[in-house]
Protein backbone atom coordinates (compact mmCIF):
# COMPACT_ATOMS: atom_id res chain seq x y z
CA UNK A 1 0.00 0.00 0.00
CA UNK A 2 0.84 3.53 -0.77
CA UNK A 3 1.43 6.17 1.95
CA UNK A 4 -0.43 9.36 1.12
CA UNK A 5 0.81 12.47 1.96
CA UNK A 6 1.20 15.95 1.00
CA UNK A 7 3.62 18.65 2.06
CA UNK A 8 3.66 21.54 4.09
CA UNK A 9 5.41 23.82 2.34
CA UNK A 10 7.72 23.30 -1.04
CA UNK A 11 11.40 22.80 -0.08
CA UNK A 12 10.18 20.69 4.21
CA UNK A 13 7.40 18.46 5.71
CA UNK A 14 4.88 16.33 4.28
CA UNK A 15 1.42 16.02 6.05
CA UNK A 16 0.91 12.31 5.99
CA UNK A 17 -2.37 10.90 5.33
CA UNK A 18 -2.87 7.65 7.83
CA UNK A 19 -4.03 5.84 10.60
CA UNK A 20 -2.57 4.67 14.16
CA UNK A 21 -2.81 1.29 13.26
CA UNK A 22 -0.94 1.71 9.59
CA UNK A 23 1.61 3.63 11.67
CA UNK A 24 1.71 0.69 14.14
CA UNK A 25 1.42 -2.19 11.77
CA UNK A 26 4.97 -0.99 10.16
CA UNK A 27 3.52 -1.10 6.70
CA UNK A 28 4.95 2.08 5.96
CA UNK A 29 8.14 2.31 7.83
CA UNK A 30 10.39 2.24 4.93
CA UNK A 31 8.29 5.06 3.21
CA UNK A 32 8.52 7.01 6.05
CA UNK A 33 12.50 7.05 6.50
CA UNK A 34 12.46 7.19 2.62
CA UNK A 35 10.34 10.82 3.00
CA UNK A 36 12.21 12.06 6.14
CA UNK A 37 15.07 11.47 4.07
CA UNK A 38 13.60 13.95 1.02
CA UNK A 39 10.99 16.18 2.69
CA UNK A 40 13.09 16.55 6.48
CA UNK A 41 10.00 16.06 8.64
CA UNK A 42 6.86 14.01 8.72
CA UNK A 43 3.68 14.14 10.60
CA UNK A 44 0.23 12.71 11.20
CA UNK A 45 -2.67 14.30 13.13
CA UNK A 46 -4.77 13.11 15.03
CA UNK A 47 -2.95 9.87 15.90
CA UNK A 48 -3.41 9.80 19.53
CA UNK A 49 -0.31 7.51 20.64
CA UNK A 50 0.24 6.82 24.08
CA UNK A 51 3.38 6.13 25.56
CA UNK A 52 3.88 2.29 24.79
CA UNK A 53 1.92 2.76 21.11
CA UNK A 54 4.66 5.78 20.29
CA UNK A 55 7.86 3.60 21.62
CA UNK A 56 6.10 0.51 19.32
CA UNK A 57 5.65 2.96 16.23
CA UNK A 58 9.46 4.06 16.58
CA UNK A 59 10.90 0.87 17.02
CA UNK A 60 9.18 0.17 13.58
CA UNK A 61 11.37 2.87 11.95
CA UNK A 62 15.37 1.76 13.63
CA UNK A 63 17.06 0.99 16.49
CA UNK A 64 15.49 3.12 20.02
CA UNK A 65 18.17 4.39 21.74
CA UNK A 66 17.52 3.49 26.10
CA UNK A 67 19.75 4.96 29.11
CA UNK A 68 19.49 7.40 31.73
CA UNK A 69 22.55 9.93 29.71
CA UNK A 70 21.29 13.11 29.83
CA UNK A 71 18.89 13.58 26.96
CA UNK A 72 18.27 10.19 26.27
CA UNK A 73 15.06 9.13 28.21
CA UNK A 74 14.95 6.26 30.85
CA UNK A 75 15.27 2.88 30.37
CA UNK A 76 12.32 2.18 28.07
CA UNK A 77 13.58 5.14 25.85
CA UNK A 78 11.18 7.91 26.64
CA UNK A 79 12.42 11.67 27.74
CA UNK A 80 10.33 13.70 28.32
CA UNK A 81 11.10 17.79 26.61
CA UNK A 82 9.55 20.36 29.65
CA UNK A 83 11.12 23.16 31.69
CA UNK A 84 10.05 21.91 34.57
CA UNK A 85 12.48 20.29 36.60
CA UNK A 86 10.15 17.34 38.22
CA UNK A 87 9.26 16.26 35.18
CA UNK A 88 12.57 15.99 33.99
CA UNK A 89 15.59 17.04 36.35
CA UNK A 90 18.20 15.94 33.84
CA UNK A 91 16.94 17.32 30.70
CA UNK A 92 15.56 20.66 32.37
CA UNK A 93 19.27 21.24 33.30
CA UNK A 94 19.84 21.96 29.45
CA UNK A 95 16.82 22.80 27.92
CA UNK A 96 17.54 26.71 27.30
CA UNK A 97 19.14 25.62 24.69
CA UNK A 98 16.58 24.73 22.75
CA UNK A 99 14.95 27.46 22.03
CA UNK A 100 18.06 28.24 19.83
CA UNK A 101 18.85 26.43 16.04
CA UNK A 102 20.53 22.83 16.26
CA UNK A 103 20.94 19.38 15.84
CA UNK A 104 20.97 16.46 18.75
CA UNK A 105 23.60 14.65 19.50
CA UNK A 106 26.43 17.04 18.48
CA UNK A 107 29.02 15.44 21.03
CA UNK A 108 28.53 11.60 19.85
CA UNK A 109 30.42 10.17 17.24
CA UNK A 110 26.95 8.90 15.35
CA UNK A 111 24.41 11.83 16.05
CA UNK A 112 20.80 9.86 16.52
CA UNK A 113 19.16 9.49 12.87
CA UNK A 114 15.62 10.91 13.96
CA UNK A 115 12.87 11.46 16.64
CA UNK A 116 9.77 10.68 17.17
CA UNK A 117 7.37 13.79 19.11
CA UNK A 118 4.08 13.76 20.82
CA UNK A 119 2.25 16.39 22.74
CA UNK A 120 0.99 15.58 26.21
CA UNK A 121 0.55 19.17 27.67
CA UNK A 122 0.37 22.12 25.58
CA UNK A 123 1.07 26.25 26.57
CA UNK A 124 -2.13 28.73 25.37
CA UNK A 125 0.15 30.58 23.28
CA UNK A 126 3.53 29.77 21.98
CA UNK A 127 5.73 26.93 22.02
CA UNK A 128 5.46 25.32 18.55
CA UNK A 129 8.60 23.71 17.06
CA UNK A 130 10.48 25.22 14.09
CA UNK A 131 12.60 23.12 11.37
CA UNK A 132 15.21 23.50 8.84
CA UNK A 133 15.93 22.14 6.15
CA UNK A 134 20.24 21.76 6.06
CA UNK A 135 19.39 18.98 2.57
CA UNK A 136 18.49 22.21 0.74
CA UNK A 137 20.23 25.21 2.07
CA UNK A 138 23.43 23.07 0.87
CA UNK A 139 21.94 22.09 -2.58
CA UNK A 140 20.86 26.06 -3.45
CA UNK A 141 24.55 27.47 -2.74
CA UNK A 142 26.50 28.28 -5.77
CA UNK A 143 28.74 26.04 -6.91
CA UNK A 144 31.65 27.36 -5.96
CA UNK A 145 30.17 27.91 -2.15
CA UNK A 146 29.64 24.31 -1.55
CA UNK A 147 32.89 23.37 -3.11
CA UNK A 148 34.83 25.81 -1.13
CA UNK A 149 32.55 24.87 2.25
CA UNK A 150 33.42 20.88 1.46
CA UNK A 151 36.96 21.65 2.40
CA UNK A 152 36.13 23.36 6.18
CA UNK A 153 35.35 22.02 9.52
CA UNK A 154 34.37 23.35 12.76
CA UNK A 155 34.83 22.88 16.41
CA UNK A 156 31.47 21.68 18.39
CA UNK A 157 31.25 22.96 22.10
CA UNK A 158 28.62 22.91 24.98
CA UNK A 159 30.16 26.63 25.74
CA UNK A 160 28.94 27.53 22.34
CA UNK A 161 25.37 26.17 22.31
CA UNK A 162 24.55 27.38 26.48
CA UNK A 163 26.33 30.64 26.48
CA UNK A 164 23.68 32.58 24.57
CA UNK A 165 20.64 30.62 25.91
CA UNK A 166 22.06 31.33 29.50
CA UNK A 167 23.80 34.62 29.45
CA UNK A 168 23.99 34.93 33.14
CA UNK A 169 26.15 31.45 33.79
CA UNK A 170 28.27 31.40 36.79
CA UNK A 171 31.58 29.69 36.75
CA UNK A 172 30.51 26.22 38.05
CA UNK A 173 28.25 26.02 34.82
CA UNK A 174 31.45 26.89 32.15
CA UNK A 175 32.96 23.78 34.10
CA UNK A 176 30.13 21.78 33.52
CA UNK A 177 30.08 22.85 29.75
CA UNK A 178 33.65 22.43 29.49
CA UNK A 179 33.45 18.52 30.69
CA UNK A 180 31.41 17.83 27.27
CA UNK A 181 33.63 16.62 23.86
CA UNK A 182 35.15 19.11 21.64
CA UNK A 183 34.51 17.17 18.40
CA UNK A 184 35.75 18.64 14.93
CA UNK A 185 33.44 17.91 12.18
CA UNK A 186 32.91 19.00 8.57
CA UNK A 187 30.79 21.30 7.86
CA UNK A 188 29.62 19.60 4.62
CA UNK A 189 27.73 16.12 5.89
CA UNK A 190 27.93 13.40 2.86
CA UNK A 191 25.42 11.31 3.91
CA UNK A 192 24.90 7.49 2.73
CA UNK A 193 22.04 8.78 0.87
CA UNK A 194 24.13 10.47 -1.79
CA UNK A 195 22.57 13.49 -0.31
CA UNK A 196 24.50 16.39 1.56
CA UNK A 197 23.63 18.88 4.12
CA UNK A 198 25.38 21.40 6.43
CA UNK A 199 26.17 20.52 9.76
CA UNK A 200 25.17 23.82 11.30
CA UNK A 201 24.05 24.61 15.15
CA UNK A 202 24.56 26.08 18.31
CA UNK A 203 27.40 24.12 18.67
CA UNK A 204 29.00 25.52 16.55
CA UNK A 205 32.01 27.49 18.02
CA UNK A 206 34.69 28.30 15.45
CA UNK A 207 35.78 27.01 11.74
CA UNK A 208 38.93 25.65 12.48
CA UNK A 209 41.77 27.63 10.36
CA UNK A 210 39.91 30.57 9.74
CA UNK A 211 40.67 34.17 11.51
CA UNK A 212 37.93 34.13 14.51
CA UNK A 213 36.75 37.59 13.08
CA UNK A 214 36.04 35.43 9.32
CA UNK A 215 35.15 32.38 10.95
CA UNK A 216 32.15 33.69 13.00
CA UNK A 217 30.56 35.62 9.53
CA UNK A 218 30.89 33.03 8.03
CA UNK A 219 28.75 30.96 10.50
CA UNK A 220 26.44 33.38 11.07
CA UNK A 221 25.97 33.91 7.55
CA UNK A 222 25.04 30.23 6.58
CA UNK A 223 22.95 29.91 9.82
CA UNK A 224 21.00 33.32 8.43
CA UNK A 225 20.79 31.03 4.43
CA UNK A 226 19.79 27.82 6.42
CA UNK A 227 17.00 29.33 8.85
CA UNK A 228 15.72 31.38 5.65
CA UNK A 229 11.48 31.55 5.80
CA UNK A 230 11.59 28.81 2.84
CA UNK A 231 13.16 26.05 4.44
CA UNK A 232 11.45 26.41 7.50
CA UNK A 233 8.36 24.41 8.74
CA UNK A 234 6.49 25.96 11.86
CA UNK A 235 4.86 23.26 13.83
CA UNK A 236 1.64 24.52 15.66
CA UNK A 237 1.10 21.72 18.31
CA UNK A 238 -2.54 19.78 18.78
CA UNK A 239 -3.17 17.07 21.23
CA UNK A 240 -2.87 14.08 19.07
CA UNK A 241 -0.28 14.80 16.84
CA UNK A 242 3.15 12.55 16.12
CA UNK A 243 5.83 14.19 14.41
CA UNK A 244 9.12 12.57 13.20
CA UNK A 245 12.25 14.67 12.51
CA UNK A 246 15.41 13.73 10.93
CA UNK A 247 17.70 15.02 12.90
CA UNK A 248 20.82 14.55 10.20
CA UNK A 249 19.32 16.28 7.97
CA UNK A 250 17.04 19.27 9.98
CA UNK A 251 18.04 21.26 12.67
CA UNK A 252 15.11 22.60 15.10
CA UNK A 253 14.36 24.79 17.69
CA UNK A 254 11.55 25.51 20.33
CA UNK A 255 9.58 28.66 20.34
CA UNK A 256 8.82 31.04 23.04
CA UNK A 257 6.11 30.46 25.42
CA UNK A 258 5.08 31.33 29.34
CA UNK A 259 7.32 29.52 31.49
CA UNK A 260 4.74 29.41 33.99
CA UNK A 261 2.85 27.60 31.51
CA UNK A 262 3.01 23.78 31.07
CA UNK A 263 4.49 22.21 28.01
CA UNK A 264 5.42 18.46 28.06
CA UNK A 265 6.59 16.52 24.59
CA UNK A 266 7.13 12.97 24.87
CA UNK A 267 10.27 11.84 22.44
CA UNK A 268 11.22 8.72 21.51
CA UNK A 269 14.71 8.63 19.19
CA UNK A 270 15.88 6.68 16.98
CA UNK A 271 20.09 5.29 17.16
CA UNK A 272 22.31 6.94 14.62
CA UNK A 273 23.22 5.30 11.80
CA UNK A 274 26.17 7.13 9.76
CA UNK A 275 29.06 9.47 11.48
CA UNK A 276 29.48 12.94 10.14
CA UNK A 277 31.64 12.30 6.92
CA UNK A 278 33.64 14.59 4.67
CA UNK A 279 33.21 15.09 1.02
CA UNK A 280 35.68 12.83 -0.71
CA UNK A 281 35.92 12.81 -4.27
Same mark, same amino acid.
Given at each position: ?????????? =?? !?????? $????? %?????? /?????????????????? !????? /??? #?? $?????????? =?????????????????????????????????????????????????????? %????? !??????????????????? /??????? /???????? $???????????????? +???????????? +?????? @????????????????????? @?????? %????? $?????????????????? +???? !???? @? #? =???????????????????????????
Amino acid at each position: MTLQWTPLTP =RI !GAQLHT $TAAEL %LDGSHA /QQIRDLLVERGVVIARGI !GFDDE /QQR #AF $TRTLGDLRVG =RAKGRGDESGLLKVSMDRQVNPEYAEYFAGTFFWHIDGTYEAIPPFATVLSPRV %LPPDG !GQTEFANTYAAYEDLQEDE /QRHLETL /QAVHTMVA $TMYPAVPDARIEDFKV +WMDYPQPTYPIV +WQHKSG @RKSLVLSTSVSHVLGVHPVDS @RALLEG %LMAHA $TADEYVYRHSWQLGDVLI +WDNT !GTMH @R #A =RPYDPDCDRVLHRFTLKGEEPIAAVTG
